[in-house]
């Protein structure tokens, strides 16, 4: 039996007079008429070129490119545990400054159901919507001797010791999580292996470049520009099925024997003051957004796949997943 960790957001219901009808409504009514937010700005938590930062990118070049903004969407880093710097500082202090979006993940939820942001749970800001999802991947270098996941793990049965992993975040992270789970259904304890933690996604791929570490468990969207030069393969993706569009060559973990799947839905927050008026802006913003042809193209330029849930079916997602992730998270012996 395949153990999905999360429910696929492919699967998350949404009954058509709740999302479509919205979204045909609002495009007769334009959400700006009026009103508007200035100087927008979409804070990445990571250092550039993790999946994070491909999320804020989506949102800031699609918002453009659609014209449903005037000005282009300044993206600003904001690196910090993997999220909390940033949860941190719009929780606590930055609570009104409605023209702040923050990019959030899967990964950031694990987080929170660690309490690893501090004193601030997933009651702590206002939830505004996911546009898009990824998938999880174990990658190594081009040149690598492992060809599949039976390969790798052949090695580490011999000496968990002897490869090294490295990904964005710590142990307890999300991509300390996928390679924990893909070990554990090998019959190896996670805890005996090395793992290196990095501050993002984009750093963690350097360092597999630069054979600083041999097993890269991210995620497909952040590699995609390294799959397609070659300088990276990808022995598994942590889908239900294989991925389409340039990716049906990558076989899932799941039919290799492995069976875990991952899915990494990216989305964004608010400050926990925003104005009722300045939410109804974001919402009604990102819904039209959705449904512009000029979104779907960036969306699948950057590697992304679909999924957009907004407003309060977003909320309700997120803490659900919180209450999941920490479930998880007591199994493998995190948290108590």
């Not at 998938?135 to 000496?159: C, E, M």
Request: with cysteine; hydrophobic share 40%; proline share 5%.
């Amino acid at each position: 039996m395949v153990r999905s960790y999360l429910r696929s957001p492919k699967k998350h219901f949404i009954s058509w007079y709740i999302y479509y009808l919205p979204l045909i409504l609002i495009s007769l009514f334009p959400a700006t008429q009026g009103y508007g937010i200035d100087n927008p700005e979409c804070i990445a938590p990571v250092k550039p070129g993790g999946g994070l930062d491909l999320a804020c990118q989506l949102l800031s070049r699609s918002l453009y490119q659609s014209r449903l903004i005037d000005t282009p969407t300044k993206i600003r880093y904001m690196p910090g545990g993997i999220g909390a710097l940033a949860y941190n500082y719009i929780a606590g202090g930055n609570r009104k400054a409605a023209n702040t979006v923050v990019a959030f993940s899967t990964g950031s939820a694990l987080n929170i159901a660690q309490k690893k942001f501090g004193k601030y749970d997933e009651t702590a800001v206002r939830w505004l919507g996911a546009l898009a999802t990824d998938f999880g991947i174990i990658a190594v270098r081009k040149d690598s001797a492992w060809n599949t996941l039976d390969d790798l793990v052949t090695t580490l049965k011999k000496d968990p010791g002897a490869v090294v992993f490295g990904a964005g975040g710590s142990i307890g992270s999300q991509d300390w999580m996928k390679s924990a789970l893909l070990l554990k259904e090998a019959g190896i304890n996670p805890k005996r292996i090395r793992y290196v933690a990095y501050e993002g996604g984009g750093e963690a791929i350097n360092a597999l470049l630069n054979n600083h570490i041999q097993v890269f468990p991210g995620d497909l969207a952040e590699s995609s520009q390294h799959i397609r030069s070659g300088k990276i393969k990808v022995l598994a993706v942590f889908s239900e099925n294989r991925i389409v569009g340039g990716y049906n060559n990558i076989p899932t973990a799941k039919e290799q024997g492995y069976p875990v799947v991952w899915t990494i839905w990216r989305g964004f927050y608010l400050p926990p003051e925003t104005s009722d008026d300045d939410y109804l802006w974001w919402e009604n913003t990102l819904r039209r957004l959705a449904a512009t042809k000029e979104f779907k193209k960036i969306r699948k330029e950057l590697g992304f796949f679909p999924f957009t849930l907004i407003g309060k079916e977003f909320d309700d997602f997120v803490k659900n997943s919180v209450r999941e992730l920490r479930s998880l998270a007591i199994e493998f012996e995190l948290i108590k």
